[in-house]
């Protein structure tokens, strides 16, 4: 290992599959140590993490990080947006973790946004129209089919407040997470007593909300399982969007696409954003800004196992076939299908398995490129080229999927763990008073190759928004 020009700070990834750690210098943004360890999710109608296995997987990839982690001077907590952990009177999981693609909670959803006023009255309060992944609906959720474990519960977290929590011993969340809570009225960025209320949630069970720039505590213990010395800071954290949007040291109006187990698409605004129609979820970011962003369930792991399905590597892909698959394997948020499966349509005697593959990966895209239009705003500038990020961003058959169907020139950044990245940016900007995305801007995470612009695939497009209309009652009832 090099030595470093200024502190060393610590960045932290808790995503759905896997921890991922990096220590960086925070003169230059040099990554010195890197450690990475997994997660499992539960299988069949849940979605469920035990989040003690979140903290082993860190302290794990910590220890990767050798001597450099040892030396760090302040960390901080990137983490999956939405999931519900509930915590006993000890600070031990009552039960595993609700995780933000965990369907079940779409009725209790649906339920809350018609007992509030309708979708137009959560937005204009919350920012966003709750669907399944919300916190709401999961606590909702929760409370209607394991009562004795809401009642047992006597703190309620995000993860990124949980692995902190076990950082600093205080609880605490950050703005840009908390948004995703449903229970976070953007208007007035405060906790909403009355939505508090009508899930039956006590406000004493929830953490303080810290604001940005500010310490959210130290390490509160050292000892065999953590590398730092008691003392070291710890930042705010947030969630792995916000986090991104730090790490790329995101303007307004600049696109990004993020390919990884969720999709998703935004951008930073002044505005703070209010879409009735739910596709758009009104997310505060980790400063004082805004980030409008549309998710989607399905993305690189429901390619990656049609192309398991069809005994294809991911890149095996063939142009052509007229195929439209709507690949919404764990049900979808965009658009609005909780209960919907994976359809295809247009299958011939001489389809081939690379054509099946490629429109698995064009009907991932569809969903998320025609939620960016409704993500910028009017006057966000076009021909700025769209960040693509997330693990998918390595992959060449993604890379030509979202050109050729976006029309848009991609610049794909060099730098792999950008959420990770910024945590690190907010850890430094504790130690320097730098604005975390300015300390990003400084490090140069953005860099990278711009691909350019080719012609826009509007007939693939046409196509397969045409199959999903036609489709839509089969989509929203689900399989039976
Ligand atoms: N070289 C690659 N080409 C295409 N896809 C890749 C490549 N490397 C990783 N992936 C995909 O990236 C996904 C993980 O992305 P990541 O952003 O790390 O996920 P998350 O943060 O949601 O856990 C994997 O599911 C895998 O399909
Ligand atoms: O639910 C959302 C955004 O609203 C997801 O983006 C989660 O935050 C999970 O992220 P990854 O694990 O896919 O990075």
Not at 46 to 53: M, N
Request: hydrophobic share 40%; glycine share 12%.
């Amino acid at each position: 290992m090099s030595s470093a020009d200024g502190p060393l700070v610590v960045g932290v990834d808790s995503s759905t599959q896997s921890t991922k750690v990096l220590v960086v210098d925070a003169a230059t943004g040099a990554v010195m140590a890197s450690g990475h360890a997994p997660h499992t999710v539960s299988a069949g109608p849940g979605r469920e993490s035990d989040p003690e296995q979140w903290w082993t997987a860190l302290c794990e990839a910590l220890r990767q990080c050798g001597d450099a982690a040892r030396r760090a001077s302040a960390v901080s907590v990137g983490g999956q947006q939405h999931g519900l952990v509930t915590l006993d009177a000890h600070g031990r999981p009552v039960r595993p973790a609700l995780l933000w693609n965990d369907v079940r909670s779409a009725p209790q959803a649906r339920r809350l946004v018609d007992e509030l006023g309708g979708p137009k009255v959560w937005a204009e309060r919350v920012g966003s129209v709750p669907g399944a992944s919300f916190t709401v609906a999961k606590w909702a959720w929760l409370t209607e089919h394991e009562p004795d474990a809401a009642r047992a519960t006597a703190a309620v977290r995000l993860p990124h407040d949980y692995l902190t929590q076990r950082l600093t011993g205080d609880g605490t969340t950050d703005r840009g997470d908390v948004s995703g809570t449903g229970w976070w009225a953007s208007a007035t960025e405060s906790y909403d007593a009355d939505i508090l209320a009508r899930v039956g949630l006590d406000p004493a069970l929830l953490p303080r909300v810290v604001r940005p720039g500010e310490v959210a505590g130290t390490v509160h213990g050292s000892g065999a399982e953590l590398p730092f010395s008691k003392g070291t800071l710890v930042a705010a954290g947030t969630g792995d969007n916000a986090a991104a949007a730090l790490g790329l040291g995101l303007r307004p109006g600049t696109p990004v696409l993020s390919l990884g187990t969720s999709g998703t698409v935004y951008t930073v605004s002044r505005r703070r954003p209010a879409d009735p129609t739910g596709t758009v979820a009104g997310f505060a970011d980790a400063r004082g800004d805004w980030l409008p962003l549309a998710c989607t369930l399905n993305c690189t792991q429901a390619v990656d196992r049609l192309a398991a399905l069809l005994g294809l590597d991911r890149e095996a892909v063939e142009p052509g076939g007229g195929i439209t698959l709507l690949p919404y394997l764990d049900g979808e948020r965009t658009p609005d299908l909780p209960h919907a499966s994976g359809l295809l349509h247009g299958l011939r005697h001489d389809t081939t398995g690379g054509q099946l593959l490629q429109a698995a990966y064009d009907g991932a895209v569809h969903a998320l490129l025609g939620a960016l239009d409704l993500v910028l705003d009017t006057d966000a500038d076009l021909s700025v080229p769209l960040l693509l990020i997330g693990g998918g961003a390595r992959g060449g058959a993604w890379q030509r999927t979202v050109r050729r169907l976006s029309g848009r020139a991609v610049q794909v950044p060099e730098a792999r763990e950008l959420v990770a990245l910024g945590a690190a940016a907010q850890a430094a900007g504790l130690l320097t008073g730098e604005d975390p995305a300015a300390v990003a801007r400084r490090w140069g995470t953005a860099r990278g190759p711009v691909l350019e612009p080719v012609e826009r695939d509007a007939a693939t497009l046409a196509r397969i928004s045409g199959v999903l209309s036609d489709a839509a009652p089969l989509l929203d009832r689900g399989p039976r």
